[in-house]
């Protein structure tokens, strides 16, 4: 059986994993995948209900919360996106709650390659990132050639972090070889930037295609794993995100390279952002409760953690007014 | 407690107790009453995680039994079996409602009297409790269709008692079928657990059941045998221990009562190496560490086959870490007390021979909180069918690791125990599935999932896990004559 070879060589600890025979051939790298541990999904689900009946509260709601905050990428991926309404963001993203200094900053704003430069400069000597979406986002449908350009003009208009998709079609047909070789070559356009794959984890369908997909971006080279786009529901969810903890996890105790995890789309209370981090504490741990490690894709999820935290402090509800929209 | 990691202290978030009003002492409900002893004492139960004097009980004497028997008979004989099945069911019905509606406060009693987290009182106990009545109660009507006769009797007067582990939960697997039959019943709850039964009387006043149909006595071991061994009953239902249920067999043997035994188990969970591994381990410590092992149909013994066996430790350790010990009535607990200093003290042997007998002892760093009974999570590897761990009945967080290397040695090593109440397999082969269940004589075998129930679904043990069969419409023959 495949699951026999494979996986004991995975928990044999640093160097057990040989990389350059598994991506080698489409064969191996199939045998991979397909040797991984299957995910159960009645299981999986169930594990994240379970987690999500925890209580935060009190000093533990006003941790994370600001966690949450000083891990937000903050989103803007619309046609009708204006450089006056990116600089709008990025003065939130340095300052989110301007009646509040002691709100942490978010972690990254990100917007369309062509949009970049107005970011960048805008938040110039904040500590705030900039990510860009490239290679054809959302659908990815492009040349590769296409694909590759997006990158680098981004990188060059002065993104810290490039938001690539993943060719689901090829995935999907099984031609994992295909979706490898492109992330590889994507991860080496963007020289010093972050390179985050989104799996696309909604066209995904299956748990088992959700840990296939994270190990190959992995296998590639990706510096995070990001469920979605945000354009194609379902979104984000938190037993995909559950999976991709486990990848994650997984890798670094087979190889002792940490990467990390962006869940993005449809998170949008501080409960939802909440019981994400709860996963990631009792999944993968300590090492991911961090901004470098784990970010979550939003945009108005930023005002209800600021409004929550405002009650926290004040012990009073405010209005959605006292918040400014963007 | 025992978090997750350094960096996110989950702050204590306890259930309030306000929602329960306890009385400071109980008598009997014997005829829709509470009534005093007229020939027994009374004792006191205490709260497992910090030996609080919650309540005092009252220890039913020999005429107390008599008393609550005669109370079931009348109402057997002119109220409950002359009355329309149609309206049995109401009953049935308004008791289940009221279950919903009153679930905080018999979830955070049964924390309190019990010592299980408020997680499970709340998510699986009290919800799986209105299901059974409301399941049974959909049955009042229908007994003509459950496959036993055109127009099954009931038995008459059951003598019902059951254990500390799920105290509500095993009070409605007896309850709510007997009542639906047509029986009445007279329950014994466990010494350790009666105060969820007694709250459980008020909702049957609030309910307007008939007086006799439900008696609820109190007491210890000599309530239990002067209810079971009584004359006037017809029907024995015992959980509890093999121990116990061997003596019950005895004293009913050559009498006309209809017994129906559920006892203890020694469940294998059997895990290949095609299994899908976190939800395994999941899977393993919902099996075993699911109210602190005390279940009978626990996955005490985890048979791993050889070639996944490093893997799985190194997940299971890592997922142990992360359990959550403390204060039953914490949402955030994981694992709560255990429920008895008697309890405490046989975990502890059986822990303390599986060592001297050298099987190794393996526990998560956690803090234990000084008062009540408290035993860390452990795993013992390197265990075989030798060791006592792995054939005793230990009832409580302490799980026996096996390895095998075929499936025909799983089900050898499954099989080979005087048990055989449920057993689990964890593969991603559904022929496997289905080869292995025709195999395993248990009475439960879960695939992929561990100490799942459904009061749809038949429960009940092979060999020395008794007899007869709870829930479903296997659970109706038990208490019709048919």
């Known amino acids: 059986m495949v699951t026999t070879t494979a996986v004991p060589t995975l928990a044999s600890g640093p160097g057990g994993l040989d990389l350059a025979g598994i991506t080698a051939s489409e064969s191996s790298l199939r045998r991979f995948l397909h040797g991984l541990p299957g995910v159960d999904q009645v299981g999986a689900e169930a594990r994240v209900a379970t987690l ?16 949450a905050i000083s891990m937000i990428d903050l989103t803007t991926l619309e046609g009708q996106d204006t450089p006056g309404k990116v600089r709008a963001l990025c003065a939130k993203a340095r300052r989110p709650d301007p009646a509040d200094p002691t709100a942490p900053q978010v972690a ?83 020289g010093d930037a972050h390179l985050k794959v989104i799996l696309e984890t909604g066209e995904l369908s299956t748990y088992d295609n959700v840990r296939r997909a994270s190990w190959l971006a992995i296998l590639a080279g990706g510096d995070f794993i990001k469920t979605s786009t945000g354009k194609v529901a379902p979104a984000a969810t938190l037993p995909v995100t559950l999976v991709m903890l486990e990848a994650v996890r997984d890798f670094r105790d087979a190889t002792g390279r940490q990467v990390g995890v962006k869940p993005a789309g449809g998170i949008r209370t501080s409960k939802d952002a909440i019981r994400y981090l709860v996963v990631v504490n009792e999944t993968a741990g300590d090492d991911w409760l961090d901004p470098d490690w784990f970010r979550i894709g939003a945009s108005s999820l930023l005002n209800d953690l600021l409004m929550q935290r405002t ?16 | 407690m025992s978090p997750a990691g350094k960096k996110f202290e989950y702050a204590p978030a306890p259930e309030s107790r306000a929602v329960v009003t306890l009385r400071s002492s109980y008598g009997l409900f014997i005829d829709g009453e509470f009534v005093d002893t007229a020939d027994g004492r009374t004792f006191k139960t205490i709260s497992p995680a910090t030996e609080e004097v919650l309540a005092e009980v009252t220890e039913a004497g020999p005429t107390d039994v008599d008393r609550a028997v005669a109370a079931a008979r009348r109402a057997y004989q002119r109220t409950w079996s002359k009355l329309p099945a149609r309206e ?3 009953y049935l019905f308004r008791i289940a409602r009221i279950i919903q509606e009153r679930a905080r406060e018999l979830a955070v009693l049964e924390s309190l009297d019990n010592g299980k987290p408020i997680r499970e009182s709340r998510d699986v106990d009290i919800p799986l409790v209105a299901a059974h009545f409301f399941y049974y109660a959909g049955w009042a009507d229908k007994l003509s269709y459950a496959g036993l006769g055109p127009d099954p009797r009931p038995l008459g007067v059951a003598g019902q008692v059951i254990p500390w582990n799920f105290p509500l939960l095993m009070l409605s697997w007896k309850i709510a079928p007997a009542l639906a039959c047509g029986n009445t019943v ?112 626990a996955g005490s013994r985890l048979l791993v086959q050889e070639s996944v066996y490093d893997e799985v430790l190194v997940s299971l350790k890592r997922r142990l870490g ?13 694992v709560g007390a255990i429920n008895s200093a008697e309890q405490l003290a046989r ?54 690791v096996l390895t095998f290397r075929t499936p025909a040695e799983a089900v050898e090593k499954a099989n080979n125990t005087p048990y055989g109440l449920s057993a689990g397999v964890w593969t991603d082969k559904g022929s496997r599935i289905l080869w292995m269940a025709d195999k395993l004589r248990a009475g439960v075998v879960w695939a992929n999932t561990f100490n799942r129930f459904d009061p749809t679904s038949p429960f009940g043990g092979y060999k020395e896990s008794g007899y007869g069969r709870e829930g479903g419409r296997h659970g109706l023959e038990a208490y019709l004559d048919a």
């Open chain 1, 108 to 190: 990254a704003i990100c917007v369309y390659p062509d949009l970049v430069e107005v970011a960048a400069a805008a938040l110039a000597g904040s500590g705030v990132k900039v990510a860009s979406v490239a290679t054809s986002f959302p659908s990815g449908r492009a040349a590769l050639p296409v694909k590759l350009a997006d990158v680098r003009a981004g990188v060059a208009a002065g993104a810290d972090e490039i938001d690539m998709v993943i060719d689901r079609g090829a995935f999907l047909s099984g031609h994992y070889l295909a979706v490898l070789d492109e992330i590889v070559a994507v991860k080496a356009a963007c």
């Open chain 2, 88 to 90: 049995r069911g109401k």
């Open chain 2, 347 to 400: 975990i502890r042997e059986l822990s303390e021979v599986g060592e001297a007998e050298g099987a190794e002892r393996w526990s998560p760093p956690c803090e234990l909180p000084e008062r009540g009974f408290w035993f860390a999570p452990t795993v013992f590897t390197g265990v075989t069918q030798a060791h006592r761990i792995a054939r005793e009945e230990i009832f409580g967080p302490v799980l026996s």
């Open chain 2, 186 to 297: 007279v329950l014994k709850p466990a010494e350790t657990t009666p105060l969820t039964a007694l709250l459980f009387a008020e909702i049957c006043q609030q309910a307007d059941l008939p007086p006799g149909v439900v008696n609820i006595i109190t007491g210890a071991g000599d309530t239990g045998r002067a209810l079971v061994e009584h004359g006037g009953i017809d029907k024995v239902a015992f959980t509890g221990s093999t121990e116990v249920g061997k003596m019950i067999a005895r004293s009913t043997a050559g009498t006309a009562k209809k017994v129906t035994l559920e006892l203890g188990g020694k469940a294998a969970n059997i895990l290949f190496d095609d299994a899908p591994v976190d939800q395994a381990v999941e899977g393993i410590v919902n099996g075993i560490f699911f109210n602190q092992g005390h279940v009978c149909c």
């Open chain 1, 311 to 326: 009650k926290l402090t004040t012990g009073r509800y405010s209005g959605p007014d006292y918040f400014t929209l963007d």
């Open chain 1, 52 to 67: 999500s009946t925890r209580s935060i509260k009190t000093t533990a709601k006003a941790w994370a919360i600001d966690l």
């Open chain 2, 322 to 334: 992360t359990l959550r010990v403390g204060d039953p009535l914490d949402k955030n607990t994981d």
